[in-house]
């Protein structure tokens, strides 16, 4: 029996594409249909207990704007959006960056499927400037022994 593996969620480089020649998942296309991004994660965080910190999954999107509504899953678990866009907000560049808190129950070791789907879409815009996917990043963070020393000890930073 083969088995697969999920490809790379790596964006796609043009600088040294031959480093790399697998296939990626991103950027992709973000519609009202589910977009699957599968992400690979060796931690065990329910091994990890109470040290696990934080788990954070942030999306960068381009061409979001305040009148499409972005659905995001971790795992079959809907994740709430901790900086959605308002109207009259400032954004002058067309990409933006949207953090989700994620409950450190959700994350599996080994494979995490996240689906993203717009549940309502700037129709005006669609056609010529689709929303899109440019990067993703599944961040856990730990509490000390495994993680940042609170404080750091003497000579840990460096003097500037």
Request: aromatic fraction near 4%; glycine fraction near 6%; include cysteine.
């Amino acid at each position: 029996m083969q088995r697969t593996h999920p490809s790379k969620i790596d964006p796609t480089r043009t600088v040294f594409a031959e480093c790399l020649p697998e296939e990626r998942q991103i950027p992709a296309r973000i519609t009202a249909k589910p977009q699957s991004i599968h992400i690979e994660v060796a931690d065990n965080l329910k091994e990890a207990g109470t040290r696990t910190k934080q788990v954070g999954l942030h999306v960068h999107l381009e061409n979001l704007t305040v009148v499409d509504q972005l659905e995001v899953k971790l795992n079959g678990e809907v994740l709430a959006c901790e900086n959605p866009m308002e109207p009259g907000g400032y954004n002058t560049r067309g990409t933006a960056w949207k953090n989700f808190n994620v409950p450190p129950s959700t994350v599996r070791c080994g494979n995490n499927e996240v689906i993203l789907r717009l549940t309502r879409q700037n129709e005006c815009l669609a056609k010529e400037l689709p929303v899109q996917i440019a990067d993703m990043e599944l961040a856990i963070e730990y509490d000390y022994p495994d993680g940042p020393w609170d404080p750091p000890p003497p000579g840990y930073t460096p003097r500037t």
